[in-house]
């Protein structure tokens, strides 16, 4: 097996676009990681997070200011994908539809697409739009990583509690599910998505066994 790690700190802003139909630059080659999630999830502060640049992906007291899908590039054939938040913006129905498609577009015609990272508030995760963001990429045959957003909120057997819930629930929609607690202000599962990205990223990553990447024993969050 190759080595699985992978730098995501030289993560780097590329270019934005409003649909799919406009992603002329990246072409749809080499690999990525799409990033999605309610507009209140705490998505952009994960990315950030992940990449150690807290300016990366911009955070907003408004959930649902990002509209566009925004690329960031890792090296010439690593792209990290940030998809619009969906669900909770206060925007018109027509703009939510047109989000829902771009968002269905892109997962279902990207083919360079290699995992989606959902992030959920632990304390109200898989939602009705979450479930089918999994559903679509499970049709897609893409894994999911699943981020119960932030876990510091909770104590420790709250947490626990919750992301084992949460992995019993996912279990009804088969395909490759990794559900983990994850807190961008604690820095609380970090590593552990990392390990699962990394695997993703790789060019045998179809070959990957990801229960050889992630112990079980720290994937819900606990270790830092």
Known sequence: MSDLKINFEIASFLTSAPNIAHMHMPADVGYEIAFAGRSNAGKSSALNTITRQKGLART???PGRTQ???IFELDPQRRLIDLPGYGFAKVPLDMKIKWQKSLGE???SRQCLRGLVIMMDIRHPLKDLD???IRWAIESDLPVLGLLTKCDKLKSGARKAAVLKARKDCEQYGGDI???AFSSLK???KAEAEKVMSAW???DAELVDLTEVIDEEVVDGDSE
Do not use: D
Request: charged residues 5%.
């Open 60 to 62: 907003s007291k408004t």
């Open 68 to 70: 566009l899908i925004n």
């Open 106 to 108: 892109y997962l279902q």
């Open 131 to 133: 479930v089918n963001m």
């Open 178 to 180: 990794t559900i983990q």
């Open 187 to 189: 820095v609380i599962g």
């Open 201 to 203: 990223l790789q060019p």
